[in-house]
Every structure is written in C-alpha cells, then in structure tokens.
C-alpha cells in the first residue's frame, strides 16, 4: 500500500509557491511495538506553517528537502501496537501532509466524533480556538461594556475571539480584508461592527467604530494594522500580540510599530502561546461546544478536497483568500 506524500521542498521567498513544494508516495509503514499507524483525514493549514518552512526556533522542527510537510491533523487509527491506541479510534495528531503516519502516542489526543464534526478538532474546538478563547479570556480578561477589537475578524482565532467577547457581554469590533469578510463579521458571528482595512484609513475607520476608544485589542496581523489599532487606545487597555501574519512571508522584518501610546495609555502588552494553555481545552470543548450546539456560536470552514491540493490551498491561505479555517479533506472516515 502506498502513503502519499506531499513534501517540503525548500524555503519560501516572499509568499509561498507550490514549487516550494513537492509530492512523492512511499511504501505505508508497519508499527513497531509502542507504536500505531493512522490514516489522515483532516489536515490544519495554519499560518505559523510558513513559519516552520523558514525554520523558526520556536515550533523546533527541522525540515529537511524531502520531509513530509509538518502539520497537525485529524486521523483514523488503523493498525496499533500502542497500548492506549485502537483501531477505529480517532486522534488529533501530528501525522503532516500525507495519507498515513507512524505515532507513538506523544502529544496524541483522541477525539469523539459524537461531540463534534472531526474537522472541529483542528479548528473552533482546536489550537486555533484555544488561542483565540484563553487569549481573551485570560490575557485580555474583557469586561461587559468594554470594546474588544480583533485583526483577521473571521479566521478561526479571530472569530472566536469576537464570539467570546459579545458573549461575555462586550463590544466586539472586527478588522478584515473584505467587504464580504466584514459582512460575515457582523451578520453572522454578531460583531457590533468591522471595518474593512482596504477600504481607507483604518486608524480613522477605527476611531469611528470605537468612539470610546479600544479596551481590548487582539492582534493577528501586526504592522500597519497594529499601528493603526495603538492610535485608538483607551486608557488602561490590554493588548495581546498573538501573531503577526502580515510578516510571515517577508524576507526581512518590516520596520516595528511605533510603541509610544502604549506606555500613553498605560496598555499591557503580552504575548500569547498557546501551548501555554493546553490545560483549557476541555474548558473550550465545554463551553464554547455548548454554544454551538445551541446555535449561538458559529465557525466557518475553508475546505479543500484531495491531499494533492493541499500546497495550493497553503498557498491561497497565506495569500489570505482563505474564509475560513483551511482544511484538507484527506479521506473520508470509514463507516
Ligand atoms: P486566519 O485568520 O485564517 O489567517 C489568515 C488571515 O490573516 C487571512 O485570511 C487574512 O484575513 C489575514 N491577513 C492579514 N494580513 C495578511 C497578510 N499580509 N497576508 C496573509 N494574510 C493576512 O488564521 P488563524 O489560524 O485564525 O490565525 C490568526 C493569527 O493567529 C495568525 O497570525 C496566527 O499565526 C496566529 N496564531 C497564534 C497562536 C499563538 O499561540 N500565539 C496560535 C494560533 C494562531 P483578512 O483578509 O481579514 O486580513
């Protein structure tokens, strides 16, 4: 049986190309003891990927020319060796860009398909969420009546911090790209408002939608939209630095955001990992799963069929034409 493959090929200049991809297909391999093999299902294409490909220290993942892409996934166990894994289980797990993987179980978490769609997993109920939920919550801690303003409005990170500020009584402010992104923003996800950064001058567009200033501001995105954002800052607000897309795809840093309202506004800044909250994810599988359940919470997926269409799918995400938390529908699950 043959795992196909789609491979890291070499370093992006700039924005990603498929050619910094390649694909090949190699014998599936048999779990040694302490082992199990599983067949992908879903596969994440996140932003911090491009990240991975130039070799950043902070995900300590070395990709070689001919390496499986890296890359978190939903996949089925089909063959276990591992005494905590079975056959038929579902898992969340590193297996990367390919059809079939090897684990032995560390960092592996199974998953329920009665709880939630599978794809949930790598999304709403997922890292992305995670971040997005206990960045806000517990980084930002919002108050009812302060105004909550977040980059990227309707990614996976993004929308779910709008959702949790309105529905922890706050007023969420979306920024995105489009008209039909902040349409979505406002109509769907229930933001008070969103304004679309390629329409004018966001720091005035900003100053219109926020009179009182921004309590909260959760940023995807940094440069001109975080310098935009500091220049409507109210007294004592919180800002979480949580990624920076914008310069992911530069070869060089863009020149930094002029920080002085910051220390004006006597705003805290801090950086937000994840993985510092992994203790929280059933906290976000709880409350935020019991809002979607009572359709008060929404999540939008960017699909895309075929594993051989994954690098064009990366791509078209970190061109940020994505709507929606990308994903790869590798197979379908079995039964
Ligand atoms: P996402 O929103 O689906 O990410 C892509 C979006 O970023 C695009 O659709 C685009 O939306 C926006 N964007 C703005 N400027 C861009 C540019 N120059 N190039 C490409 N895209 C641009 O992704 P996500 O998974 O929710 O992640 C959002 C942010 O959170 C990312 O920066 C990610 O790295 C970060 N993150 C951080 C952590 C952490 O632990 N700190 C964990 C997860 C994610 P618009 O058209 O609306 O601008």
Redesign the pocket.
């Known amino acids: 049986m043959l795992n196909r493959r789609i491979t890291f090929a070499r370093i992006p200049r700039g ?1 990603p190309v498929p050619e910094d991809f390649s694909r090949d297909a190699v014998e599936v391999a048999r779990p040694a003891a302490g082992q199990f093999l599983s067949r992908t299902l879903w596969l994440s294409l ?3 990927l491009r ?1 991975v490909m130039k070799g950043h220290p902070l995900y300590g993942v070395p990709l070689r020319p001919g390496d499986a892409m890296y890359g978190e996934t939903v996949a089925e166990v089909v063959q276990s060796l591992h005494p905590a894994f079975s056959a038929g289980e579902f898992v969340v797990v590193k297996n990367g860009w390919q059809e079939y993987a090897l684990s032995d179980g560390q960092g592996v978490r199974k998953v329920d398909p009665k709880l939630a769609p599978l794809s949930t997993a790598l999304g709403v109920l997922g ?2 969420g995670l ?2 939920y206990a ?1 806000l919550v517990y980084l930002a801690e919002p108050r009812p009546g302060e105004t909550v303003v977040v ?9 779910t911090v709008g959702q949790v500020a309105r529905l922890v009584g706050a007023r969420a402010v ?5 008209d039909e ?1 902040c349409r979505y923003a406002v109509e769907e996800l229930g933001f008070e408002a969103c304004v679309n ?1 390629r329409s004018g001058d966001l720091r005035e567009l900003l100053k219109q939608a926020c009179p009182a200033g921004i309590d909260v501001y959760f940023d ?4 001109d ?1 975080l310098a935009a954002a500091l220049g409507n800052l109210s007294i004592h607000a919180r800002i979480v ?9 530069m070869d060089s840093p863009p020149p930094g955001p002029f920080l002085g309202p910051v220390v004006t506004a006597r705003a805290t800044v801090r ?5 510092d909250h992994l203790q929280r994810l059933p906290e976000l599988q709880r409350v935020v799963g019991r809002w979607i359940n009572e359709g008060r919470f929404r999540y939008r997926e ?1 699909v895309t069929e075929g594993l051989e269409n994954a690098p064009a799918a990366f791509c078209r ?10 994903l790869v529908r590798v197979a379908p699950a079995s039964g």
């Not at 995807?220 to 440069?223: M, P």
């Open positions: 924005l996140d932003p911090y990240n890292m992305p971040t997005g960045g980059s990227a409005a309707t990614g996976p990170v993004g929308s979306g920024i995105a790209g489009s992104k950064y995807n995105v940094g440069g939209v630095l949580c990624g920076m897309v914008g310069a992911y795809s950086g937000l990992v994840v993985y960017d995400l970190m061109r940020g034409e994505n709507f929606g938390k990308s």
